[in-house]
């Protein structure tokens, strides 16, 4: 018999690599969110890629850290308005 | 065919063309686009003719070498080649020329076209060696993953958002599936799903599976053509919710011209979604190539996604094919579901009476004009979301075990013109 496979508990300070789409409505586009994301957390952001315009702001974010680090920046872009969607988009379907 | 990957080249990156290898992923490293599967067209060309095809089982498989997968498929082998019902009825109350339901309300097993993706993914997911499978869904998705994967006797883990109803969870419990409710908003959940696709290795049909899954989509276009005679409609009209399938029925007509099995057609493919979550419809209408996320709230669930995956790649298929989007209220979605089962005696879910609701805006005001061929897909059955038509369907006329009371009541029913 197959040896069964051990799950391993993720700790809160485990390292973690988030991919995230980011939406900025167009009043906040020229908020520096991902400069303050890098000082107020301990994260690594990593631009892959982005599209400005009047309307709306697209943004393709990594974000590397502790896994407490990554969720509470998540958490505080989104307090401030910010769409946050992982890169695959609605994991959830109908 | 090859040996390893069948009709497959590769797993090909939407944005940047990078390749890689056919495995279970789903976004480029490069710039995280999403892939899709990219096949070796010459070689199909040899194999897949209309004789070859007409002398196969009537299935969504018979189009096998269009589809992602290296060998035989293993997982709903029943599943598609669903009616297309000529519309005589309905298109004389909507006021055009030719009119077709391709009726997925009646697709094998789980009664929506939900089996045709989930279908491939399983397949493919068992040629990569999976015994896991996954998804996070809100109804059609986990009840057909949950029936698929036992018949196929995969172990399935089906995500679900906690304040789901309990027909929708009794529908994938019944297959024994580990339905999993969580608590949280909808981007808690969707984040949580992703995470958890990725740490644990399974194979989660719309997430690591997703450029195969979304490949089944394709079967619908193929069989409408085949069902028409071989020939692509002047309209098609689909519902969206991320926007897939109405790319992938584009992919399909394409590949069908492209191999030679229809006459390119100038054919126009629109969308249709609800009022209450229409980012796609709405920045159609705007003449916009971008989506704004919406907060969905509209009683056609199976298409409440406020962020569409492919927003933005349904926007370019309806510019590419001069094509329109529409919505429809909640009464319009209602009505539309009525006015199709009085018709044509096909009960749809609200996702069906969506795409019915936008075909008639579409040709009320000419932008289908009258004297075209159209074809309305529907893509699930109403018996799965009976609450939404429920009261609005007026109620049963109770009468006492008696003939006399029954020629009174058709009496006062003439007198009232009932």
Redesign the interface.
């Known amino acids: 018999m197959a040896a069964k496979k051990k799950i391993i508990v993720?700790k809160p300070n485990a390292p973690?690599q988030?991919?995230l789409w980011l939406?900025y409505?167009p009043k906040l586009i020229k908020k520096p969110f991902i400069y303050e994301v890098g000082h107020k957390f301990k994260v690594v952001t990593n631009i892959?890629?982005a599209?400005v315009?009047d309307?709306?702001g697209?943004v393709?974010l990594e974000l590397d850290g502790p896994r407490s680090e990554v969720a509470a920046a998540?958490k505080w872009l989104?307090k401030n308005k910010v769409?946050?969607?992982?890169?695959?988009?609605?994991?959830?379907?109908? | 065919m090859s040996e390893q990957h069948g009709f497959m080249k590769a797993l090909k990156c939407r944005?940047c063309g990078r390749e890689y290898p056919l495995t279970a992923t789903?976004?480029c490293e490069?710039?995280?686009?999403p892939l899709e599967v990219a096949y070796d067209y010459e070689r199909i060309k040899k194999s897949l003719t209309r004789e070859a095809i007409a002398s196969r089982p009537k299935t969504m498989w018979r189009y096998r070498e269009l589809l992602p997968i290296a060998g035989e498929p293993t997982v709903g082998k029943q599943v598609g080649f669903t009616p297309l019902v000529k519309a005589d009825r309905l298109a004389k109350k909507l006021g055009i020329r030719e009119l077709y339901i391709k009726n997925d309300a009646v697709n094998y097993p789980t009664l929506s076209f939900?089996d045709r993706v989930v279908s491939v993914a399983l397949s493919r997911a068992k040629e990569l060696g999976f015994e896991t499978v996954a998804?996070?869904?809100?109804?059609?998705?986990a009840n057909s993953v949950a029936a698929n994967a036992a018949s196929a006797g995969l172990k399935s883990y089906v995500?679900i958002?906690s304040d789901l109803e309990q027909g929708k969870i009794l529908n994938s419990l019944i297959y024994g599936a580990n339905v999993i409710a969580i608590k949280g908003h909808?981007?808690e959940?969707?984040?949580l799903?992703?995470?958890i696709?990725g740490?644990f290795g399974w194979a989660?049909v719309?997430?690591n599976m997703?450029p195969y899954y979304a490949e089944g989509s394709k079967s619908m276009a193929y069989e409408i053509a085949e069902q028409l005679g071989w020939k692509l409609p002047d309209h098609t009209i689909v519902p969206m919710?991320?926007g897939s399938l109405l790319t992938k029925i584009h992919k399909g007509y394409q590949e069908l011209t492209k191999l030679g099995l229809v006459s390119a057609h100038n054919t126009h493919i629109h969308g249709a979604q609800a009022t209450g979550c229409s980012p796609i419809s709405v920045a159609q209408k705007a003449g916009?190539d971008?989506f704004?996320?919406v907060k969905p709230d509209t009683i056609a669930?199976?298409?409440?996604?406020g962020?569409?995956?492919d927003g933005f790649y349904a926007l370019k298929v309806m510019r590419e094919t001069a094509a329109y989007a529409d919505d429809v209220s909640d009464d319009e979605i209602r009505d539309a579901i009525k006015l199709l089962a009085e018709t044509e005696g096909i009960f749809a879910e609200t996702?069906g009476g969506v795409t019915v609701g936008v075909a008639k805006k579409l040709i009320a005001s000419g932008k289908i004009p009258k004297d075209s061929s159209a074809v309305i897909c529907v893509t699930g059955n109403g018996l799965k979301t009976l609450d939404a038509v429920n009261g609005y369907c007026g109620k049963p006329r109770e009468i006492k075990p008696s003939l006399r009371e029954f020629e009174a009541l058709l009496a006062h029913e003439e007198k009232v013109g009932v």
């Open positions: 993720t973690v988030q991919r939406m409505p892959r890629q599209s315009t309307e709306i697209i393709c998540i989104e769409n946050v969607e992982p890169v695959e988009i609605g994991v959830i379907a109908g | 944005e789903h976004v490069f710039d995280f686009g939900k998804c996070a869904s809100t109804g059609n998705l995500f958002p909808y981007d959940v969707n984040r799903c992703a995470e696709a740490k989660f719309n997430v997703r919710a991320s916009l971008f704004k996320p669930k199976s298409l409440a996604i962020t569409p995956a996702a």
